[in-house]
């Protein structure tokens, strides 16, 4: 199943490509040993495996570590089962027991389906819910069934300064946005309020890449592109300038107040994803025919305002979707390093990943 | 009525200093002039001066001239009303019958506070509209009966290049998002998905101030801070790169469909605000009195951020809370050259402002 991959690691040995398949086996199989039942070990192995065939990997198994910590600490209880705490028209209150967000946030996309089909306009607000994953994946999927979705969280542990401001106050809180699109994929819309997130800092810190100049502060406030900076008292900065940075406070009140979660900075335990997601139904305004014609000529404006030289303008999913397909075809390239973590876990759970070895 | 004013005009002319009732009342009788009638004039004429009393004066009467020409060309309908086109449970259409924007927006958003107390989360649209105003008004009144309220609108005419694009695809797509704050005014954001508005590069040119860099692109998609390269076949850029980008484009598209206005770079006309509200009953989550004390929490955490030298950090709305407290006491400046278009239009249309002679 391995196949020669084109980077090498940096560390020693050379990454490897595997195909997804068999990522998400041994991914389910570590969730497993965790303590996740076999069906919740599948929705979070494809969740996270997805985020790898998309091309975002700051999201994809490298997390299983961290996840490990959390269940070892009581954090994460791996046999939850997310419940619909309450439902009315138009709103609902999903409760995630602390169990895998990713199956919070999977059943809560299920049920704003189902109700913005009867009401036109919903919102469900997950409570008590680990690491969402990936939100591109949630309103995807309501973009899937014909709608617009809407999602963004707070994030726990303040990491993030405010416009102005040199000390850590606000999650990477994401906001995410997907509505169907003219061709193959979708319109979506994934971003980290923080001008990079934070678990690409953790990927450059990894590699010994420089961080983007203006997305980290050092300790003493200083600008900085030494992804170590932030173990070491450092501040990321939100996006945008004030823009960026409003979006976050917003982001981190409505999510942290409706989701009992609390803003990041408020919040005692600084853990958890309060998720908040809105979905409205396209076809009570316009045919689907009609959407997908329009966003087509969108979408030829688009490309055509791309420079004589250079690379094309890209519509919002578009670079996902390309990778997703690439590495669907060819596999996922993974570094040295998260491979043995994985292989490590398993042999911590007592679980064997022999094709991974 | 006349005080006296800090900044001169650099027109020759001096800046002057009116209370917002003398400037009302003005704009009332200008926009009666131009054919609306009288509850509609007070209606946009109070919009209008609102956007000058929060510091927005490119939102605010330096609009009439802008107006005044519409309805000559017959593209705003002076005495049109709008009404309520179809509403079923969580979902309405608001037609604006190419009237006013802000009768249409007012109208949109005491319908949504109605529906959204009933369904816990509405959404509506509205149709034929045209210039909406300043967005953060409707969030802020939203917000002002306890819920939580999002705006988006596609505007006519593309002026914005997408990320990585050298040519006008996109609108200045404006986005705002209001939640009760814990103090004497609401959380309120409102940002152009342009690094800066429309209505702000007409200011400076007026005023020869250089535009902020990475804001423009000249005629030949080099970078310019000079305003008048927009006029002369330049492009502004959306914020936050790919991000802000990515924003305007899910709002061109979703305004631009849902409202039947149509994306800016597809429209034949290229004119009309599609406008779309979403609002959250946020008491079907929290306690009004939670979300008021956690907030205070927050806001405390948000100054503690600020650099020990330099300005404090702002919550969203706070500048505009204060500076419009601080002009409904001392009164608005208003530049030689608005009071004298202002004067020109009264005349043109007949009607007597001699207040303001």
């Known amino acids: 199943m391995r196949m020669p991959a084109d980077e090498p690691s940096g560390a020693g040995q050379p990454s490897v490509r595997y195909r997804a398949e068999l990522l998400q086996t041994c991914t389910a199989r570590v969730l497993g040993g965790m303590g996740a039942p076999p069906?919740?070990?599948?929705?979070?192995g494809q969740s996270l495996v997805l985020s790898n065939l998309v091309g975002h990997d700051s999201h994809g198994i490298i997390r299983l570590l961290e996840y490990a910590g959390w269940v070892r600490q009581g954090h994460l209880v791996p046999d939850a089962r997310p419940h619909?705490?309450?439902q009315e028209t138009g709103t609902s209150?999903?409760?995630?027991g602390?169990?895998?967000?990713q199956a919070s946030a999977t059943l809560a996309t299920q049920l704003i389906?189902?109700?913005?089909?009867?009401?036109g306009c919903a919102a469900v607000v997950i409570a008590r819910c680990n690491h969402v994953g990936r939100l591109g994946e949630y309103v995807n999927s309501i973009a899937d069934a014909g709608m617009m979705g809407l999602a963004f969280c707070n994030t726990g542990g303040a990491v993030v300064a405010p416009y102005g401001g040199v000390r850590r106050v606000l999650g990477t809180n994401p906001f995410a946005w997907a509505v169907p699109g003219s061709g193959s994929h979708n319109l979506v819309l994934d971003f980290s309020t923080a001008v990079i997130a934070a678990g690409k800092v953790v990927l450059a810190g990894l590699s010994g890449t420089p961080i983007e100049p203006g997305a980290l502060l050092d300790a003493q406030g200083q600008p900085s592109t030494r992804a170590e900076d932030l173990d070491s008292g450092g501040v990321l900065l939100a996006f945008g300038r004030h823009k960026g940075s409003g979006l976050s406070v917003l982001i981190d009140v409505v999510a942290g107040l409706l989701s009992g979660t609390l803003p990041a900075c408020v919040s005692e335990s600084g853990f958890g994803n309060g998720t908040v997601l809105i979905a409205i139904d396209l076809a009570r305004f316009v045919a689907p025919e009609n959407f997908r014609s329009v966003s087509a000529e969108f979408a030829a404006k688009m490309y055509s305002a791309s420079p004589a030289i250079g690379p094309t303008v890209l519509l919002p999913g578009e670079l996902e979707a390309a990778t997703e397909a690439e590495r669907r075809r060819d596999g996922v390239v993974i570094p040295a390093g998260v491979r043995r973590n994985l292989v490590d876990l398993a042999a911590q759970f007592?679980?064997?990943v022999p094709e991974l070895a």
Chains 1, 2 share one sequence.
């Open 350 to 352: 007592d679980v064997a």
């Open 93 to 96: 209150l999903v409760d995630g």
């Open 98 to 101: 602390w169990g895998w967000g």
């Open 84 to 86: 619909v705490a309450w």
């Open 39 to 44: 069906d919740l070990a599948q929705l979070v």
């Open 113 to 119: 389906i189902r109700m913005t089909r009867s009401s």
